[in-house]
């Protein structure tokens, strides 16, 4: 009996300290993308974790929520089942690199480095502005810039960003089509 505790007791031990690590090392490659330094930890309402540059508003949080009930909404209504709660996802919230797009519209987006868009239209000279990236697929998390107003836009780029993490854990042929813009195509993913 003892020995069966004893064993509990270190898988439990051994699952915290490889969450933490996973948690660690998707912080560090969030940051490196950024290059912010996020000091923020939290969650919103329902539940998804968020790291962030700093406390983010209320109405922010809401708006992350809203955009993963429309997630898990849609990824229902194409029958996949994995990674269906607000809990199975972290959100880091960066400075935005810009306010305005190019015809002065309002777009808090991060730059990237380029990578597989260098040479495209979206390359502004080794980078590109995104709305939002994955950061890792297991564990699930992504990347948005901070928003201050149009928070609709903060939903969407929340579901966005979350139809590349479902469809990762649950459809990989079609998760490998859409894993990027680069050949084109864009969101919704999922209808």
Known sequence: MVRGKLYLVLII???????ASAQSGVIA???????????????????????AV???SAAMLDAIDEGLDDLIAVARKN?????????????????????????????PDIAVGAA???GTDY????FIYAAGMVVSNNPCAFVIAEH??????????VRYEGEHLVLYHNDRRKYEQTKDHSQGGGHPILN
């Open 54 to 56: 700093r406390r983010p």
């Open 116 to 118: 597989q868009y260098a």
């Open 148 to 157: 201050t107003k149009d928070l609709r836009r903060v939903s969407d780029v």
């Open 13 to 19: 031990t051994i699952a915290v300290a490889s969450t």
């Open 79 to 107: 029958r996949y089942r994995r990674k269906l709660n607000h809990s199975d996802y972290t959100i880091f919230i960066a400075k935005a690199d810009r306010q305005t797009n190019a015809s002065g519209a309002y777009s």
């Open 123 to 126: 390359d502004q000279g080794g």
């Open 29 to 51: 490659k969030a940051q490196r993308i950024t290059g912010d330094r996020f000091t923020y930890r939290g969650t919103t309402p329902a539940g998804a974790n968020v790291i």
